[in-house]
């Protein structure tokens, strides 16, 4: 119901509307005073359900904004911004190399396909699979300004400050391979 509330607020004003039909319809039929009252109060909800979902930031939306920030700061090419973000140790020094190999020209996040928690994970966790378009150069080697969709896969966990501005979401693991097919040379994880 908190997801409903928080995420949704046309459905739960369309729900909310229906029943204040209802409830007045039946005043009409019965003129039962009840029944007008507990219509209008239900009217009256709509707008506050708008205003709860506004104000009421999830996890799923701070991982979202997360997500948007670390591709801004890959594009800035402010990597240790992106390294702050990163919680387990073996994965800050996996994105730390792999980063100081590249030049990015543009890192934009294309279709974020699933955001799943994890249920019962302790610390809590969740799952992100995505794509994105970067446009890449190594900075020694042959590949210069290639543009590229790739499929990324992301492990979040809430461990860091909750006073954060990401409510202490930090990435944990992550995996990137091309986004139809198998991993290729440039791929880097397991998923």
């Not at 709509?46 to 920030?69: C, F, H, K, Q």
């Not at 994105?132 to 492990?155: A, D, F, H, W, Y």
Request: net charge negative; with cysteine.
């Amino acid at each position: 119901m908190t997801q409903l509330l928080a995420e949704q607020p046309l459905v739960v004003s369309i729900m909310l509307g229906v029943l204040a039909a209802a409830l007045i319809y039946s005043w009409l039929q019965t003129g039962k005073k009840a029944l007008v009252i507990a219509g209008l109060i239900c009217a009256a909800l709509i707008p506050v359900a708008w205003v709860i979902a506004g104000n009421w930031v999830t996890d799923e939306e701070r991982i979202e904004t997360l997500i948007y920030d670390v591709a801004k700061a890959v594009e800035e090419e402010r990597y240790d911004d992106v390294v702050e973000l990163i919680g387990a140790d073996q994965t800050k020094s996996q994105a730390g190399n792999e980063l100081q190999r590249y030049e990015f020209e543009v890192a934009k996040v294309g279709n974020i396909r699933s955001i799943k928690m994890v249920q019962g994970s302790v610390p809590p966790q969740a799952n992100v699979d995505m794509t994105v378009k970067v446009t890449v150069s190594e900075k020694r080697g042959s590949i210069k300004n290639v543009s590229i969709p790739r499929r990324l896969m992301l492990t979040f966990e809430k461990s860091g400050d909750p006073n954060a501005a990401h409510g202490g979401w930090l990435v944990s693991e992550y995996a990137h391979m091309p986004v139809i097919g198998k991993p290729d040379a440039y791929s880097t994880g397991t998923f």
